[in-house]
């Protein structure tokens, strides 16, 4: 039986202040299992920007180490850059250069060989559905497609661990659907990710794992389902006609699952530790009583609620990310997107 490779990415207790005082990091540690998806999320403010920033050899920590592919990516910043690619929350690609022209332009800051710029370029332009638009400028291109653009050209040097901030930030519902294909696509081919958003749908739906940091700090870690399950709250709920049938039905299911049926307007919600086995306790007893439903379902708690619990805070509210933060921002911000040069 072959031996499990190594973890793509390793981060052992990161601490970074800025100005003295705002503790952006304080002892972060997580790890990335090869050809997998980390969910990284939080309230803004919370760090992941500077967390990310320091493993793209962005930003420099105060103290810990965080290693991509077993490089460190403190004392060899060069060589973590050839092995890593950063598409962040704003498309770092030049609106009055075509979509081919763009991706040449990074292939030749990525030392890419003259005659492999274009081909790489074309491939790309095409896995990305971009190729009618390839000789048109980025001032005609929608924000669905810039940002696919600039996805492309985190991935022109084919690194082997993409690191994703906000990708979706701002896209429409079906642009942001079709670049969740693009990322899962990515992973399928064996791209290890880190992904930052505030869309917990997106994570639910792309994480292999989610770390949930605050204050700069991880608070928890674990998959989709053991998030949830840790809250617990899991219920069978039940919708009648209206609202008279809810209550007699939620005598009739006095008894079953963990606690007394509550009816909120023509739903009744019973809680359970024991999901399907409850489930099929009322839909028996349904049945027997005679009761017209209108729907059942067996539900968890959201991933909503479990970010609320661990943090206090919806993803979206807080302040601006580390106010110490914003100089790097500025001055950065034309590096995101293009690959680590």
Known sequence: MAAPSA???????????????????????????????????????????????????????????????????????????????????????DEGLTGMENLVLVGRLNHLRRSERRWRATELLEQFDLAEAAGRTLKTYSGGMRRRLDLAAALVARPPVLFLDEPTTGLDPRSRIDL??????????????????QYLEEVDRLADRICVIDHGRVITEGT??????????????????????????????????????????????????????TTSEVVRRL??????VSSLQLRQPSLDEVFLSLTGREPSSGTQEESGNQEVSDGQQASEGTGIR
């Open 180 to 197: 969740w294909s693009v990322i899962a696509g990515l992973v399928a081919d064996g791209t290890t990710l880190l992904l930052t958003t």
């Open 7 to 93: 973890p793509a990415v390793v981060v052992d207790a990161l601490v970074k202040t800025f100005k003295g005082e705002v503790r952006a990091l304080d002892g972060v540690s997580f790890e990335i299992p090869t050809g997998t998806v980390l969910g990284l999320l939080g309230p803004n403010g919370a760090g992941k920007t500077t967390a990310v920033r320091v493993l793209t050899t962005l930003l420099k920590p105060d103290s810990g180490n965080a290693h991509v592919v077993g490089i460190d990516v403190v004392a060899h910043p060069e060589a973590a850059r050839r092995v890593i690619g950063l598409a962040g929350q704003y498309a770092a690609v």
């Open 224 to 277: 989709a389902s053991e998030l949830k399950a840790r809250l617990g709250g899991t219920a069978v709920e039940v919708v009648f006609p209206d609202e008279h049938t809810a209550h007699r039905a939620a005598e009739a299911m006095r008894g079953l699952g963990d606690a007394e049926p509550v009816v909120d307007g023509i739903t009744v919600r019973v809680a359970t530790t024991s999901g399907l086995a």
């Open 287 to 292: 049945e027997t009583t005679g009761f017209e």
